[in-house]
């Protein structure tokens, strides 16, 4: 449905390009051959004539989806490009859609096969009979990349819809000289030309160009014969050679319909009779008519030197105003640098970008083979321009020009990063990575463009020269950030596994010294305060390509994560609440990824690290951390029935040096206790180690049933714990800093495990056991309690306020606290006073 979406994708990588025409020139094969069966009872089937091996015409049924996707395909392809097999590929598509390659070889006067109802024309849904290949795809066909495709569009498209191809923007040499050539013979053919002309033309046709409303008739010539004479002053028509042969039969008639429809203009004089113009009164050839076309009208009031023409007046950028000037010759050798100059210039004004490939094509790929010389025999070597010295002209004459035109930037695109694909020069770098460039998006894809061609030493010299200390200019943060990440050589931050990471040879070299890394890590803090990146900080799995930077430098090793670390702290010391906002999530992100290489004894760190911790509490338990699965494995070793003091030690010891890592876990550790004090009705004997079972005061109670006396036990949630379990949470809770956890996790599920733990209390407390064993886990619980009240008052009062998700029936928190004998009534008033401001 958004073929121009498709067909930027799949220009944009190479191997999504090669499979998918692969698949769909198999998929052809198979229908052709009738191997395939579809449903036809479908809305999308689609019934088409193909051309077979033999010429013939095959009735074939497939997918519509299928022959839109071989025209977003075909428009994508170039002809410059070297694969084999996805050449075949796509000749294979064109003999089987539109015509075969031996009659493009053929004079453009055979018309003969110019209204073949086979191919991409003969396209018909099965149900509603109407055609499926809309005029919006047969624009990107006749705008094909390739010239030979481009041609067979033009030759295999409706003849209805030419004149709305011809209104295209674009459009390339060859299609559009087929066009004209086939309106003009058809032109020639026909018994009535006007007749034949204007029903092209009429609303009613101009209504299937999905263009909107064009007006009537004589407007819709007017700006169909604007836009010739836009391309004529374009791809020279004036020179076209008498070997082409093109009948300018359509164009004579728009001219004389342009001339016909113009309006007098009342003036006092009476206007003499004065014969037409010779340019509408007699076109012997293209060249008569675009020798004589007028660009300027006279300043004068006589109505009989005045000719007026209405033409289609664009804005569009590819349309230059015309200057006839002198005509300037390719030069023939690239070692004469001041006819190149020359030549650049003339050819970016006059915006001939057909020339400067042609050029770069002759020059660069088809170089001579060397001539054998004599032993002993001296050869001359001339100086040739290098390169890099080319690329550097090339684009410093695109800066200069004042409007900058689609052509001249795809052809600069297309061979800048082939010139330089081994080597480049400084300057040739400042105009490349410089800041403001415009227009943005092709100076982006220029240099995206770049990273994907350049070798590795091309590379390295770039990024040495970027790094070092002697480059004042002023640069494109977002473009040296992504080129610092091309160049790492390191494609991906999430992965699998984090041990026996590989790193490759030119990533740990770069980033070893000290300037290195502080020029690279000042860029990445620069390109992050430069932009609103807080949203993608947040994120998991699309943050900005500055924290990419930072990551790829700590990953070098623990010197670097602590060199990062330190110039993030100094910024916090200056910079805004934005800003500040953005570099704590950054050192946060450092940190859960480089947990062990951080220099957590600086109490600056540890502050700022809580900070971030407090801003992005919610995305931070999103992000993943190498200390992730070896938590996970200790907690579920610690609270088994096989626990052992050194595996609890263990993870006390953790949460002594990774408080804030472990705190990622409380939601977890919330589940455990749920699940361990829930109703389970039968208990494997393994899982009865350190098991608590409580039964009701009342318990058991006496029922009758069909005459039979039985004795029932009620259990639900509380009923049973594993008392070690318990304990050994509020140990490894405790050893925790209250400044962490009374701060930070508050905001990371501290107090809905507290809650569980206070349910736990309230029903055991109304339950008897064979051991009263609750009271040395109230007192550990009742001495936690307690250094959340004198660590953080403020919030105890708070908690204590608020409701229970468990119990919602108990009210606030500190009723339950009465319950279960951590609070009494005076304390209760107190408090109740305390949050409603009573005296």
């Keep these: ?396 004459s695109y800066i200069q020009l004042e409007r900058k035109v689609e052509g001249i930037a795809s052809t600069l695109v297309k061979w800048i990063p082939k010139l330089t694909s081994s080597h480049g020069s400084p300057k040739l770098w400042r105009i490349l990575f410089a800041d403001g460039q415009k227009p943005a998006f092709m100076w982006d894809n220029l240099a995206s463009r770049c990273f994907q061609i350049w070798n590795h030493e091309h590379m390295a010299e770039c990024r040495q020269w970027m790094l070092s200390e002697d480059t004042k200019e002023t640069l494109d943060l977002v473009k040296v950030v992504r080129f610092l990440i091309q160049a790492s050589s390191f494609t991906a931050i999430h992965i699998e596994s984090f041990e026996d990471l590989p790193v490759a040879v030119e990533d740990s070299t770069w980033g070893r010294t000290e300037e290195t890394v502080r020029r690279a890590t000042g860029i990445a803090l620069d390109c992050l305060l430069s932009q609103d990146s807080e949203k993608r900080l947040r994120s998991r799995s699309d943050p900005p390509e500055c924290l990419v930077l930072l990551l790829l430098i700590s990953r070098l090793g623990r010197n670097q994560v602590q060199f990062v670390s330190r110039a993030i702290g100094k910024r916090l010391e200056n910079d805004s609440n934005q800003g500040r906002c953005m570099l704590l999530l950054s050192l946060l992100r450092i940190y859960t990824y480089f947990p062990l290489s951080m220099n957590l004894g600086a109490a600056v760190l540890r502050s700022n690290l809580m900070e971030a911790v407090e801003v992005s509490a919610d995305d931070w338990l999103c992000w993943r951390s190498p200390l992730d699965d070896s938590m996970q494995d200790m907690l579920e070793t610690a609270l088994s029935n096989m626990t052992s003091q050194r595996s609890i030690q263990t993870l006390i010891d953790t949460a002594k040096k990774h408080p804030l890592l472990l705190l990622r876990k409380l939601n977890q550790i919330e589940n455990i206790l749920e699940k361990d004090a829930a109703v389970v009705h039968s208990q494997v004997a393994g899982e009865k180690v350190g098991l608590i079972i409580g039964q009701g005061l009342n318990e058991p109670l006496s029922a009758s049933a069909s005459g039979h006396k039985m004795r029932l036990s009620v259990k639900h949630w509380g009923y049973s714990y594993r008392e070690h379990v318990w304990w050994t949470i509020l140990d490894v809770l405790s050893a925790v800093p209250n400044e962490v956890i009374f701060q930070c996790g508050l905001k990371m599920g501290v107090l809905d495990l507290l809650g569980v733990y206070l349910r736990l209390v309230l029903v055991q407390s109304q339950l008897r056991t064979k051991i009263d064993r609750l009271a040395k886990l109230k007192e550990r619980l009742s001495e936690f309690l307690g250094k959340f009240k004198s660590a953080n008052p403020k919030a105890f009062d708070l908690w204590m306020a608020s409701s229970n998700s468990g119990l919602p029936s108990l009210g606030a928190t500190r009723n339950i606290l009465v319950g279960c004998g951590f609070l009494s009534h005076q304390q209760a008033m107190e408090s109740v006073k305390k949050t409603y401001n009573i005296s």
């Design 1 to 396: 449905r958004r073929p121009t979406v498709f067909a930027g994708a799949l220009s944009s990588y190479v191997d999504l390009r090669s499979l998918a025409i692969q698949v769909v020139s198999e998929e052809f094969q198979l229908y052709v051959e009738k191997k395939n069966v579809i449903d036809t009872s479908e809305d999308t089937v689609v019934d088409i004539s193909l051309h077979g091996k033999d010429g013939v015409l095959t009735q074939v049924q497939m997918p519509l989806a299928l022959l839109q996707s071989s025209c977003v395909l075909l428009s994508i392809w170039s002809e410059d490009k070297k694969n084999d097999r996805d050449s075949a590929y796509i000749e294979d598509l064109v003999a089987i859609l539109m015509k075969s390659r031996e009659s493009e070889e053929n004079n453009i006067n055979q018309t003969d096969e110019i209204e073949d109802i086979g191919g991409l024309a003969s396209a018909k849904c099965v149900k509603t009979k109407r055609s499926v290949i809309p005029v919006e795809s047969w624009v990107m066909l006749a705008k094909s990349r390739s010239d030979f495709i481009a041609k067979r569009a033009a030759l295999a498209a409706p003849t209805t819809f030419l004149p709305r191809l011809l209104l295209c923007s674009g459009l390339p040499r060859a299609s559009l000289f087929t066009m004209i050539h086939r309106l003009g013979k058809l032109g020639e053919k026909a018994v009535d030309r006007d007749k034949t002309f204007t029903q092209l033309l009429v609303p009613s046709a101009s209504s299937e160009w999905d263009l909107g409303r064009l007006g009537h008739r004589r407007e819709v010539t007017r700006k169909l014969f604007g836009r010739i004479c836009a391309y004529s002053r374009m791809y020279n028509l004036v020179e076209v050679d008498a070997e082409d042969a093109i009948s300018f039969s359509f164009v004579e008639w728009l001219s004389n319909m342009c001339l016909s429809s113009q309006k007098s203009t009342k003036m006092k004089v009476k206007k003499p009779k004065v014969a037409p113009a010779a340019i509408f009164a007699s076109i012997e050839s293209a060249k008569s008519l675009f020798d004589k076309l007028p660009t300027n009208t006279p300043d004068c009031n006589e109505i009989a030197t005045v000719t007026q023409m209405d033409a289609d007046t664009s804005d569009m950028t590819i349309f230059v105003e015309f200057k006839n000037k002198e005509v300037i010759l390719p030069p023939n050798s690239i070692a004469e640098a001041e006819s190149i100059e020359d030549f650049l210039r003339h050819t970016f004004e006059d915006n001939k970008p057909d020339t400067l490939d042609e050029w770069l094509s002759r020059t660069f790929l088809d170089q001579a083979l060397p001539v054998k010389r004599k032993r002993g025999q001296k050869v001359k070597v001339t100086p040739a321009l290098g390169n890099e010295e080319l690329s550097f002209l090339l684009l410093q």
